[in-house]
T-cell receptor, first 112, second 115 residues
Framework: KQEVTQIPAALSVPEGENLVLNCSFT??????LQWFRQDPGKGLTSLLL?????REQTSGRLNASLDKSSGRSTLYIAASQPGDSATYLC???????????FGSGTKLNVKP | DAGVIQSPRHEVTEMGQEVTLRCKLI?????LFWYRQTMMRGLELLIY????????DSGMPEDRFSAKMPNASFSTLKIQPSEPRDSAVYFC?????????????FGPGTRLTVL
C-alpha cells in the first residue's frame, strides 16, 4: 500500500520568505500527484496536479516538482504572505488502485 | 458554478441514530468521492462512484455505512446505527474523469458528532 509522508508537520515563517514543503511516497509507480490547500473548517482546494510524465507545474507563486525515482515532490511557495497560512496536503494518484493516497499535511503559518 | 454542495454542514446526534449526509456534484462532473477526515487517521477515501456506479467501496468501514447515487448529480452517505467513533468531518468531492485520478473538487464538509 502506498504510504505518503509530509515533513514537517508544521512550519512557521516570516512574511516574504521563500519556502519548500516536502512530500515523499513509498511506491514510485504513480499516475499523478496533486497538491491541495485546506483552510480551517473548510474543504480542500486543488492547487496543482502533476502527471507522472511531468517534472513540474507552476501556478503564480507556486511551483510543484516531481521526482518519481526518488519518491519525492516539493511545493515551492515564493514570497510567502499571511494569506498563504493553511494546511497543505499532497495526494498521490495510484493507477493500479484507482485512488489518491493523502499525506497528513503540513500546517503553514506565515507571520506578518 | 456553485461548486460541490454538502448538507448539513454540522450534525450532532446520539449513538444509535441514523445519519444521512448529502452531496450535490458540480454540473457536468461524472465522478463522486466520499472521504472521512480525522486527526488520528487523516483523510481516507470511503467510496467512489463513476457514472453513478460504485467503483471502489473498499474504504467503507463496515455494514453500518452505505452510499447511493440516485441520479447523476446527487449522492447520500448513510450511517445506521451511528457510533461515537464515527465522529469526523465527511467530505465529498467530484471530478470529470474516467479513471478516478483527475483534479478533484471538494465540498465544504459535514462535521459529524455522535454523542
Amino acid at each position: 500500500k502506498q504510504e505518503v509522508t509530509q515533513i514537517p508537520a508544521a512550519l512557521s515563517v516570516p512574511e516574504g520568505e521563500n519556502l519548500v514543503l516536502n512530500c515523499s511516497f513509498t511506491d514510485s509507480a504513480i499516475y499523478n500527484l496533486q497538491w491541495f490547500r485546506q483552510d480551517p473548517g473548510k474543504g480542500l482546494t486543488s492547487l496543482l496536479l502533476i502527471q507522472s510524465s511531468q517534472r513540474e507545474q507552476t501556478s503564480g507563486r507556486l511551483n510543484a516538482s516531481l521526482d518519481k525515482s526518488s519518491g519525492r515532490s516539493t511545493l515551492y511557495i515564493a514570497a510567502s504572505q499571511p494569506g498563504d497560512s493553511a494546511t497543505y496536503l499532497c495526494a498521490v494518484g495510484q493507477y493500479n488502485f484507482n485512488k489518491f493516497y493523502f499525506g497528513s499535511g503540513t500546517k503553514l503559518n506565515v507571520k506578518p | 458554478d456553485a461548486g460541490v454542495i454538502q448538507s448539513p454542514r454540522h450534525e450532532v446526534t446520539e449513538m444509535g441514530q441514523e445519519v444521512t449526509l448529502r452531496c450535490k456534484l458540480i454540473s457536468g462532473h461524472n465522478s463522486l468521492f466520499w472521504y472521512r477526515q480525522t486527526m488520528m487517521r487523516g483523510l481516507e477515501l470511503l467510496i467512489y462512484f463513476n457514472n453513478n456506479v460504485p467503483i471502489d467501496d473498499s474504504g467503507m468501514p463496515e455494514d453500518r455505512f452505505s452510499a447511493k447515487m440516485p441520479n447523476a448529480s446527487f449522492s447520500t452517505l448513510k450511517i445506521q446505527p451511528s457510533e461515537p467513533r464515527d465522529s469526523a468531518v465527511y467530505f465529498c468531492a467530484s471530478s470529470w474523469t474516467s479513471g478516478g485520478l483527475d483534479t478533484q473538487y471538494f465540498g465544504p464538509g459535514t462535521r459529524l458528532t455522535v454523542l
